[in-house]
């Protein structure tokens, strides 16, 4: 179930990832050409890689912050549990 919630986090991911790089896109292509000569092609090509990659990765890492502990709790308790006693051994 946990590998289900991830993957639907990692898609929540890369669809932000997508309409970032899309709206930093269309932004590049209205602007005008007095702002344009004032920011680089190197500028709006990091908006568009390095940035919404990050907020790609954010996804990810907040919720290993909340499922985390549940994990570890989850294992913990596992662990407590008796081993079971096998047939003709009791």
């Known amino acids: 179930m946990l590998h289900q ?13 997508a309409a970032v790089v899309l ?8 602007i005008s050409s007095a702002t344009r000569q004032e920011s ?3 500028t709006i090509v990091n908006l568009m ?7 790609q990765d954010v996804m990810t890492y907040l919720a ?3 499922s ?5 709790s989850q294992s913990t308790w ?6 079971p006693v096998p ?4």
């Open 40 to 42: 680089n092609t190197g």
């Open 5 to 17: 919630y991830f993957f639907r986090v990692f898609n929540i991911g890369m669809n932000l990832r």
């Open 68 to 72: 985390a502990p549940l994990q570890v």
């Open 64 to 66: 290993v912050l909340w």
């Open 78 to 83: 596992e662990d407590s549990e008796p081993p």
């Open 23 to 30: 709206a930093v896109y269309r932004k590049s292509l209205t």
């Open 49 to 55: 890689s390095t940035d919404a990659t990050r907020l």
């Open 87 to 90: 047939v003709g051994y009791s």
